[in-house]
T-cell receptor, first 113, second 113 residues
Framework: ETGVTQSPTHLIKTRGQQVTLRCSSQSGHNTVSWYQQALGQGPQFIFQ???????GRGNFPPRFSGLQFPNYSSELNVNALELDDSALYLC????????????FGSGTRLTVV | AQSVTQPDIHITVSEGASLELRCNYS??????LFWYVQSPGQGLQLLLKYFSGDTLVQGIKGFEAEFKRSQSSFNLRKPSVHWSDAAEYFC???????????FGTGTSLTVIP
């Protein structure tokens, strides 16, 4: 079985720009979550998607938005980038009801300059 | 509010020595508890988890953890550390909705020969 794949691996953007990060879920998984991991910190929950709808959100502003597609892949969009958005963004997929059986991707390292 | 504290930012141990990483949590109900490991450039890999039952849980790579409700702790242990164990270790609490982890800030482990 394939794991969770994220693209791109690294990305540099300018403050004020918009960015889209992509995630392919593990085969058979139907739920995807996104986490932000700032340098020296633990991952923080951004939101989760299930059946193409947002299914829980952390303490992140509306300029962080997402999509889940019928094939369960997902996108994280961030508008009006700020320097503090520089972080590792992790995607994790699971099968709903599979009690925290999440598989994490290797992440996208976003640098905002 | 849910939170996780990992009091040790960085730990250095000699190869072959025993290891204990500390984790304290704050959660109103019976917690779901996890330990993850993150190697450089990698995503999070689950070492072990506790939902209920036996308070001593065994995980992969020879790790174990003990849940102590009276101390709100879930410390990770390994009797003999290998050089390949050098990594960042995260303790996490999961909500019983199954859709959100709360991570600690992590403990960085260095293993010296």
């Amino acid at each position: 079985e394939t794991g969770v794949t994220q693209s791109p691996t690294h990305l540099i953007k300018t403050r004020g720009q918009q960015v889209t990060l992509r995630c392919s879920s593990q085969s058979g998984h139907n739920t995807v979550s996104w986490y932000q991991q700032a340098l020296g910190q633990g991952p923080q929950f951004i939101f989760q998607y299930y059946r193409e709808e947002e299914n829980g959100r952390g303490n992140f502003p509306p300029r962080f938005s997402g999509l889940q597609f019928p094939n369960y892949s997902s996108e994280l969009n961030v508008n009006a980038l700020e320097l503090d958005d520089s972080a590792l963004y992790l995607c994790a997929s699971s099968l709903v009801g599979n009690n925290y059986g999440y598989t994490f991707g290797s992440g996208t390292r976003l640098t905002v300059v | 509010a849910q939170s996780v504290t990992q009091p040790d930012i960085h730990i250095t141990v000699s190869e072959g020595a025993s290891l204990e990483l500390r984790c304290n949590y704050s959660y109103g109900a019976t917690p779901y508890l996890f330990w993850y490991v993150q190697s450089p450039g990698q995503g999070l890999q689950l070492l072990l988890k506790y939902f209920s039952g036996d308070t001593l849980v065994q995980g992969i790579k020879g790790f174990e953890a003990e849940f102590k409700r009276s101390q709100s702790s879930f410390n990770l242990r390994k009797p003999s550390v290998h050089w390949s164990d050098a990594a960042e270790y995260f303790c996490a609490v999961g909500e019983n909705t199954g859709n959100q982890f709360y991570f600690g800030t992590g403990t960085s482990l260095t293993v010296i020969p």
